[in-house]
């Protein structure tokens, strides 16, 4: 994660070199705020659009406040069906909420965003979930630039336009003066433990033993379960010898992935709150909580609270081994 965001801050420091929203802190306030910086440049034509619709420039010239703003790009409102995208710029309302959705209070730079693993709270009322894999993902978008710095606060740049669950809703059933052809906007796809790591290559050596081990259908089935998975970095720490051993041995292989899972949807709250927790291979694993990091037996909780259609999944940095396995 530290090198992510080294190389994340990097990326938004040569990108905005010649911008004044990236000069020292001393000079902070010769930056443009975030109205400002969105009406400038072109990448965000359709954003300045939608917040002129939504009656929000004032709002994001104020030079007293202090927020933090995912900004999607043209790419993104086009990724939109152009009758829904139509839909919201014509109903104010709407709009407001999709675009204070993408907007926190505060000025959050990316070490902070990616820490917050029970969400962030959006000036909408709903949280934005952060994902950290080979890429950060906010909801479903993926960020693709970050710490662009304004006088009032920061923008990260995001692939996706994102949808509260309310204006879904609203989309899904027409509100007033939107008509009875609204247009609907399609449900997220619900996606169960094993489409989650399976569409995550920081996974990728997980999925492979998952398939070994013959587990694929059990983590697909309804559970719940709370899956501890270990990265493919995690499985990087076994030697090579001993980890290709493992995958050839059914028995001993099955043993460690389910000492991985726990039946029941377990979350980050609830963890921490034990000291041990029985796993579906019949062993018991330790649960520690030391200066704030949270421990499964020798392996550190990297992310939290992943939700999937059948579960949940915490991230581990080490594979966890039951008793005389390996």
């Given at each position: 994660?530290?090198?992510?965001?080294l190389?994340?801050?990097?990326?938004?420091?040569?990108?905005?070199a010649s911008?004044?929203?990236?000069?020292?802190?001393a000079?902070?306030?010769?930056?443009?705020?975030i109205a400002?910086l969105v009406s400038?440049?072109?990448?965000?034509?359709?954003?300045?659009?939608a917040?002129?619709e939504a009656?929000l420039v004032d709002?994001?010239k104020d030079?007293?406040?202090?927020y933090t703003v995912?900004?999607?790009?043209n790419?993104a409102?086009?990724?939109?069906?152009?009758?829904?995208?139509?839909?919201?710029?014509?109903n104010?309302?709407l709009?407001?909420?999709?675009?204070?959705?993408?907007v926190?209070?505060?000025?959050i730079?990316s070490p902070?965003?990616?820490?917050?693993?029970?969400g962030?709270l959006?000036?909408?009322?709903?949280?934005i979930?952060?994902?950290?894999g080979?890429?950060v993902?906010?909801d479903?978008?993926?960020?693709?630039?970050?710490d662009v710095?304004?006088?009032?606060?920061?923008?990260h740049v995001?692939d996706?336009v994102l949808v509260?669950?309310?204006?879904?809703?609203?989309?899904?059933?027409p509100?007033?003066g939107?008509?009875?052809?609204?247009?609907?906007?399609?449900a997220?796809e619900?996606?169960d433990i094993?489409?989650i790591?399976a569409g995550?290559?920081?996974?990728?050596?997980?999925?492979t033993a998952?398939?070994?081990?013959?587990?694929v259908?059990?983590l697909?089935?309804a559970?719940?379960f709370t899956?501890f998975?270990?990265?493919?970095d995690?499985?990087?720490k076994?030697p090579?010898d001993?980890?290709n051993?493992?995958?050839?041995?059914?028995?001993a292989?099955t043993?460690?992935?389910?000492?991985?899972?726990?039946a029941?949807?377990?979350m980050?709250?609830?963890?921490?709150?034990l000291?041990?927790?029985?796993?579906v291979?019949g062993?018991t694993a330790?649960?520690m909580?030391?200066?704030?990091?949270?421990?499964?037996?020798n392996a550190?909780?990297?992310?939290?609270?992943?939700?999937?259609?059948n579960?949940?999944i915490?991230v581990?940095?080490?594979?966890v081994?039951p008793?005389?396995?390996i």
């Amino acid at each position: 994660m530290r090198q992510w965001i080294l190389g994340l801050t990097l990326l938004s420091s040569v990108a905005f070199a010649s911008s004044p929203a990236t000069q020292p802190s001393a000079q902070a306030n010769t930056r443009p705020c975030i109205a400002d910086l969105v009406s400038t440049l072109p990448q965000f034509s359709t954003l300045k659009v939608a917040l002129t619709e939504a009656g929000l420039v004032d709002v994001f010239k104020d030079k007293k406040a202090r927020y933090t703003v995912f900004a999607p790009t043209n790419d993104a409102f086009a990724k939109v069906p152009k009758e829904t995208l139509d839909t919201l710029l014509g109903n104010k309302e709407l709009l407001t909420k999709v675009l204070t959705y993408h907007v926190v209070k505060g000025a959050i730079t990316s070490p902070s965003v990616v820490r917050q693993k029970n969400g962030l709270l959006t000036l909408q009322g709903e949280k934005i979930q952060v994902t950290v894999g080979s890429d950060v993902l906010l909801d479903e978008a993926k960020l693709l630039q970050a710490d662009v710095r304004a006088c009032n606060g920061v923008v990260h740049v995001i692939d996706s336009v994102l949808v509260p669950m309310e204006v879904m809703e609203a989309l899904n059933e027409p509100a007033p003066g939107m008509g009875a052809t609204a247009p609907v906007a399609p449900a997220p796809e619900c996606k169960d433990i094993v489409d989650i790591a399976a569409g995550n290559p920081a996974f990728s050596t997980l999925v492979t033993a998952v398939k070994a081990a013959g587990l694929v259908d059990t983590l697909k089935s309804a559970g719940p379960f709370t899956v501890f998975a270990p990265t493919n970095d995690a499985f990087a720490k076994i030697p090579a010898d001993t980890l290709n051993g493992l995958l050839a041995d059914k028995p001993a292989l099955t043993r460690v992935l389910t000492y991985h899972v726990v039946a029941g949807k377990a979350m980050a709250a609830d963890v921490v709150k034990l000291t041990e927790v029985k796993m579906v291979s019949g062993d018991t694993a330790r649960v520690m909580v030391m200066d704030g990091k949270v421990m499964l037996d020798n392996a550190n909780v990297i992310q939290t609270d992943i939700q999937a259609c059948n579960g949940v999944i915490h991230v581990l940095d080490s594979v966890v081994l039951p008793p005389h396995v390996i």
